[in-house]
């Protein structure tokens, strides 16, 4: 067994300037995800540096209109906070299906964001993985690749991004507030995803020691009207095959604005942009949440086992947009 290091942070800095100055050291928050990936050798650190004890964990309101989230706020403790039930129902929603009870009371916001892929070929610690090992090759192009990606990928990599409120916080124009040892930054949640192409190690613009402090929901009115679908194996704990967030302004028939965004088909959430613009000032009917959906999902580069997510997706657009037009119900 490897020999692992352990220190609690007493504040920010001291946590910032530890992990900034040892290459082989990491931030551990809740522990979920990253705990898993050292018992299974995929990552192998030197130092962890527990930052449990950095006041990061509330949510407030702001002067704009926003919510700020702390980015160590447990994600059942967000999901149920007023201000996002009211304010931003997608996010409590897609928080609450994302995780079983007993992961959403430990794992926190940014440690939600950050997480690895799920893909079976990263995680075994031994097949030909370009997350791991670049140019080692990408297993899962011709294996077991049904709950892979077919939008944003590359020949390098297909594995989808698995968190569910970073759909809903993408569909949303959430901001991720982080701290490095040059000094602070905002980073839109968008821009914080990156495609695999030909560097899919890399998965977000952090720095090393860089820390994410909170992340930012935009004062937003069309959120309120927001709801998070998530088609899965099981109804219990389970990663989405489809998932969408969306929120609807319809106004006499009419979709005044929309937002749209896709998780569990792309190698980062995907927000829906040409499905948007298909929306956007045309009538509310399902003939044309259809067509939406079509054009959404004509970059789909599908594989063997995974080609049944276009149609899924495009029914779960479908159905997301005619169940927000009808104003959450089935």
């Known amino acids: 067994m490897r020999a692992l290091s352990y220190a609690r942070a007493t504040d920010m800095a001291d946590a910032i300037a530890t992990v900034s100055a040892d290459p082989a050291s990491a931030f551990l928050a809740g522990g979920t995800t990253e705990i898993d990936l050292v018992r299974l050798g995929v990552t192998q650190p030197d130092l962890l540096v527990d930052i449990n004890d950095l006041p990061l964990a509330g949510v407030e309101d702001l002067a704009t209109g926003g919510v700020r989230i702390g980015a160590l706020c447990r994600m059942n403790d967000a999901a149920r906070a007023p201000a996002v039930m009211d304010r931003y129902p997608v996010v409590s929603q897609a928080l609450l299906l994302g995780a079983?009870?007993?992961?959403?009371n430990m794992a926190t916001m940014g440690g939600?964001?950050?997480q690895?892929?799920?893909?079976?070929y990263f995680r075994d610690g031994a097949s030909p993985c370009n997350k791991r090992e670049l140019g080692s090759g990408c297993s899962a192009l011709e294996g077991l690749n049904r709950g892979h990606a077919i939008l944003g990928t590359s020949e390098h990599c297909i594995a989808t991004h698995p968190s569910d409120v970073a759909v809903a916080l993408t569909a949303l124009d959430a901001v991720v507030h982080t701290i490095r040892p040059s000094g602070s930054r905002e980073i839109a949640i968008d821009d914080f995803y990156l495609l695999p192409r030909d560097t899919p190690e890399l998965e977000h613009p952090l720095e090393h020691g860089e820390l994410i402090v909170a992340i930012?929901?935009?004062s937003l009115p069309l959120a309120r009207k927001s709801l998070y679908l998530k088609f899965r194996d099981r109804q219990s704990y389970e990663f989405a095959l489809v998932s969408v967030a969306v929120a609807l302004d319809v106004r006499e028939g009419v979709v005044e604005d929309v937002r749209l965004a896709l998780g569990g088909v792309g190698t980062k959430p995907w927000r829906a942009r040409q499905a948007e613009a298909e929306l956007i000032g045309e009538r509310a009917t399902p003939q044309q949440f259809a067509i939406a959906a079509v054009a959404e999902l004509e970059a789909a580069d599908v594989h063997?086992?995974?080609a049944f997510k276009?149609?899924?997706?495009?029914?779960?657009?479908?159905r997301a947009l005619t169940k927000a037009m009808n104003g959450g119900a089935q």
């Open 116 to 120: 690895r892929v799920r893909c079976s």
């Open 310 to 318: 276009v149609e899924l997706a495009q029914r779960a657009i479908v």
């Open 112 to 114: 939600n964001l950050c």
């Open 100 to 104: 079983s009870e007993q992961l959403r």
């Open 216 to 218: 930012e929901l935009p």
């Open 304 to 306: 063997e086992h995974n």
